[in-house]
């Protein structure tokens, strides 16, 4: 009965931080662009327009179920579903701490890797659905981004993977701090597992990892269609992109997809390259700070430090760089990121072999 309990419970709680972790997340991107662009941002309502978020989810809530005459009713209305399902179930195999993760399956990065590309199927059936130009416009060019950017995303895994040797986010996570129960050497040489903090990170493990991070940085926006990536979304060119016919709480669920995806990719990459649950603080002689800020509560805090420092570089992002063209952004992709990223991995082949055995 326990068990049932707490796997009811579990994904009510993933859904609740998931609409928490937006209502804070848009308010907090309204305020870095108005900072970003000498503004103020939402001041009006509630004190520094703090209740914004929540007067804009309460009006998508209250509207209508409208779908446009000509479209495909059941493909139109499950598209939204779909997109929120297949983010909401990569949060199942990600570590907030220290064992503390839904489910420990020895597969969790092929599994997070496997359901999140359903979002891609998900988006073409909004786009075919609505039965709009510009919204079929949208879903292709996402679809063609989100298809050629899911290769450097995989190989610059597959390098971390190849150093890490396992597949568990879990065993992933545990092995950049204190607490590893294999050797860790710092750029290969400097044995850190008593030092820990951020010395014992994946990015310092070997150096060609903070390159494979950058790839995966670098792709997962494009993954997320967020700025300089936001083709398919054009409001200039497309309107709304493939969401254009969507309204009310079916388009609260592809905003909530998105800015899940936001986290859920920032958090991947804090546990792969950025040490997961683990303290950034080193052990130094007497003072054991990584020793005194490594734990299950600890662990949740610094992963969702991590994670919300790099959500906050994604939207920074998003209001500095202008949007690339087409060929700009296919060319960034197979020119430079999927050669870099096979140089990373046959890298991490090499260093394996010579350094690490």
Known sequence: MDSLILNILTPVAIFLFIALFTLFAVYAER????????????METGKFGLLQTIADILKLL??????????????????????FVAVFIGYSVVPWGPDLL?????????????????????????????????????????IAQMISYELPVGLSLISAVMITQTLNLNEIALNQGVWADQDLYFLGFWKVNDIGGILSWNIFQAPHLLVSYAIFFIASLAECNRAPFDIPEAESELIGGFHTEYGGIRF??????????????????????LGGWNSPLPNIGAARLAD???????????????????????????????RFRADQLMTLCWKILIPLAFVCMAISGLWRILIML
């Open 31 to 42: 305020k870095i662009a108005g900072f970003v662009q000498d503004r103020l941002g939402p």
């Open 102 to 142: 839904p489910s420990n399956t020895h597969t969790g990065l092929f599994f997070i890797m496997a359901v999140v590309s359903i979002d891609a199927i998900g988006i073409l059936i909004a786009g075919w659905g609505s039965n709009n130009k510009y919204s079929l416009l949208g879903s292709i060019r996402a």
């Open 292 to 322: 005194w800020t490594t734990g299950p509560i600890w662990g949740v805090f610094w992963t969702l430090a991590k994670s919300l420092f790099i959500v906050a570089v994604q939207i920074w992002i998003r209001w500095t760089l202008p």
């Open 252 to 273: 609260a669920f592809l905003f909530l997809a998105e800015y899940a995806m936001m986290f859920l990719v920032a958090m991947l990459g804090v546990v792969i390259f």
């Open 62 to 83: 209250q509207k209508e179920f409208i779908s446009p005459s000509a479209s495909d009713k059941i493909l139109f209305a499950v598209a939204p579903i779909i997109i």
